[in-house]
């Protein structure tokens, strides 16, 4: 089996298995990161690893942002690239510390703004595109998005500006620019990625709340 075929196993099992609820993507992060780590199958687990924007051929990386990965893995001979979001809304859950049941409380933030949840999903397939294209040692990256707010999973209006970036389950094409003539909506510009792309959706319960979560083989 591929290294990478390999880590979405991995972190298919995860997700199914770990029932609790991640505070916020850094405590995804970590978590993941460990439980990948522990699994004893791969040589390396990095976490926020760091790529100069300036490896990249001019005019290729286009944000004004550094490049750091999430989470890199190292096995056979080869790197795998793993990009995380995870996208909430607010919700209330038993929660214990120290031993003590501290009583029922918002552990999550509430993020909207979906429209740029979903530009910012597709921009780390596109990273993960570039990253592939640079380096020889990395022949595949994967992207997970985990969320609680189900109307990711939903299909965008024909006519909504974020169009393009919709992710209901299914194929969706390279074409990811804003729509009604908008050319740039906060840093985020239009881009295209390499080929199309098919999303499929699950759904897990963890700690008693519905999750949604999709894995990205790039």
Request: hydrophobic content about 40%; some cysteine.
């Amino acid at each position: 089996m591929a290294l990478v075929d390999d880590i979405i196993a991995d972190i298919d099992r995860y997700l199914r298995g770990c029932g609790r609820i991640h505070f916020n993507e850094r405590d995804l992060q970590i978590r993941l990161a460990m439980y990948l780590r522990a699994t004893g199958r791969y040589d390396d687990v990095d976490v926020e690893y760091y790529v100069p924007r300036s490896v990249f051929p001019a005019g290729a990386y286009i944000w004004n942002t550094e490049m750091k990965v999430d989470i890199v893995v190292k096995g056979q001979g080869e790197y795998v690239p793993i990009e995380l979001k995870y996208k909430t809304q607010t919700i209330g859950a038993a929660l214990t510390r120290f031993d003590e049941y501290v009583g029922t409380e918002p552990v999550l933030k509430n993020q909207a703004a979906q429209n740029m949840g979903k530009y910012d999903f597709w921009k780390d397939v596109r990273r993960l595109e570039l990253l592939r294209r640079r380096f020889k040692a990395v022949r595949h990256g994967v992207v997970l998005f985990l969320t609680n707010d189900k109307s990711y999973t939903k299909a965008s209006r024909a006519s909504a500006i974020c169009a393009n970036f919709a992710m209901d389950e299914g194929h969706h094409s390279a074409d990811k620019s804003w729509a009604g003539g908008a050319k740039e909506i906060q840093g985020r510009p239009d881009f295209k990625l390499n080929r199309g792309y098919d999303l499929e959706w699950h759904s897990p319960t963890l700690a008693g709340q519905q999750y949604y979560y999709t894995i990205v083989r790039v």
